[in-house]
């Protein structure tokens, strides 16, 4: 198994207990029970329903396993979920599809190796094999782009994928991950894409240098694909795309990146406070459907105890985001125990609809069959997450009027009429949308 570490992992973090968060018992605390009651502490009530989730063995098994560090207490529940009658296709599937399968055969194979059926193990075993080889062969082609952009002066930080597998988990091998983000400045967008395509790699959106400027101003990513699709590369200048509101001061952010190592190699990795809020973002942005979004942030705060909070809290106020970051901290220390400050805890508890987000989110991850959230319960989820006024508005209207090379490929207008592209793209919207009202607002 290959083993990176980009630093030591905090003796404080590991130390720091690993059974109680700040709020009083997480949730973790009631694994062997079939119910779960939202909350069951008076002070974590998500809303006036307090409706009961039943949970799954599966479930149950898989939040368990969830993490790098069990002590005696949490391998003990490891044990007592796995003796349970489990539907192992739908352990197995759910891990999967919430990103935790290496978790989950990584702790099942040290903690409970001869309650689990030799099958199921070597089942596990190979889907993490498969998992930990093509982590590394995807690492390497990361190196390569990385050293391709460095021969051209061009600075470039891995994002997501690699780099958190890294930065949270210590270990490549603990992270499911398909394909390679890569952030640079604006001014290098075109350069890297001509880089990208002599290595073989096509575009998704055929964007014309005429058309970038545009481009960089409504879009945040360009997705290249090589290998029919087998090797996907997201080319990032932005966080999140535009009518998501989220304005991060890409200067400033640049300016607080720090060294890490990659496979021998330095590599550039945002702050720990940086990391927590963009992890954040991401999972707001779509609807945390995966539990490992908020496992990560977890082990993130259980790995540093360094975190300089009130820098992390100032700046997600300065961005209109201060309510997505606490989303984000709440759900982490309510699923998996982490610990957060008295200063975090105090404006959680000042704002209700934290826990009235947190409890949506729950009532869909928890389910053994999630059903897929439609157009309306994105938006006004996403809208709900912002705590100013003037950002809700202006989401709403970007989300309606701001054109993307999707508009531009459904109507490729001369552009002495490109002026008529918000006009059309709510028709767009309205025709795409009410045949499949279930798909994601990254598709706009």
């Not at 479930?59 to 009658?85: F, G, Q, V, Y």
């Not at 998501?244 to 550039?268: H, Q, V």
Request: net charge positive; proline share 5%.
């Amino acid at each position: 198994q290959l083993t990176i570490f980009t630093e030591k992992r905090s003796e404080v973090g590991v130390q720091r207990s690993e059974n109680r968060g700040r709020f009083g018992e997480p949730f973790f605390e009631h694994l062997s029970k079939t119910t779960y009651t939202s909350h069951a502490h008076s002070r974590m009530s998500t809303d006036a329903r307090q409706t009961e989730l039943e949970l799954s063995p599966e479930i149950s098994l898989l939040l368990a396993c969830a993490r790098t560090c069990i002590d005696r207490e949490a391998a003990h529940r490891i044990k007592e979920a796995a003796r349970r009658s489990l539907d192992w296709d739908r352990l197995i599937e759910t891990s999967l599809t919430h990103g935790l399968m290496p978790l989950l055969y990584e702790n099942l194979n040290t903690h409970c190796a001869d309650i689990v059926p030799p099958s199921r193990l070597k089942q596990l075993k190979d889907l993490f094999q498969k998992n930990a080889a093509r982590s590394v062969l995807l690492t390497g082609e990361l190196v390569d782009i990385l050293d391709l952009f460095a021969t051209e002066g061009i600075e470039a930080m891995p994002y997501k994928g690699p780099a958190i597998a890294i930065s949270i988990y210590g270990r490549l091998a603990l992270r499911q991950f398909s394909d390679l983000d890569i952030l640079v400045r604006k001014r290098d967008v075109w350069r890297c894409q001509q880089l990208l395509i002599s290595r073989g790699y096509q575009p998704h959106f055929d964007i014309t240098e005429r058309q970038l400027p545009s481009f960089l101003k409504l879009g945040y990513v360009q997705m290249l694909t090589r290998d029919r699709g087998q090797s996907v590369v997201e080319l990032h200048w932005g966080i999140a795309s535009r009518f998501f509101m989220f304005p991060l001061d890409t200067d400033r952010f640049w300016e607080r990146l720090r060294s890490a190592n990659l496979m021998g190699r330095k590599i550039l990795a945002p702050s720990t406070e940086d990391l927590l809020l963009l992890l954040c973002v991401h999972g707001a942005k779509d609807l945390w459907e995966r539990l490992e979004w908020i496992c990560g942030i977890a082990e993130l705060i259980r790995a540093h105890d360094d975190i300089d909070w009130n820098a992390l809290t100032r700046n997600a106020k300065e961005l209109g985001a201060e309510r997505i970051l606490l989303l984000g901290l709440f759900l982490a220390s309510d699923l998996y125990g982490a610990e957060l400050p008295g200063s975090i805890v105090r404006r959680i508890d000042e704002q209700p609809t934290i826990r009235s987000l947190a409890g949506e989110v729950r009532e869909n991850l928890l389910q053994p069959n999630p059903a897929a959230r439609g157009l309306r319960q994105r938006i006004l989820f996403h809208i709900r997450t912002r705590e100013r006024l003037t950002d809700r508005f202006r989401y709403c209207t970007r989300l309606l009027f701001t054109t993307t090379p999707i508009d531009w490929q459904t109507w490729p207008l001369p552009a002495s009429l490109s002026f008529l592209y918000p006009l059309l793209r709510p028709l767009r919207l309205a025709k795409k949308y009410a045949l499949d009202h279930t798909k994601s607002l990254s598709c706009f």
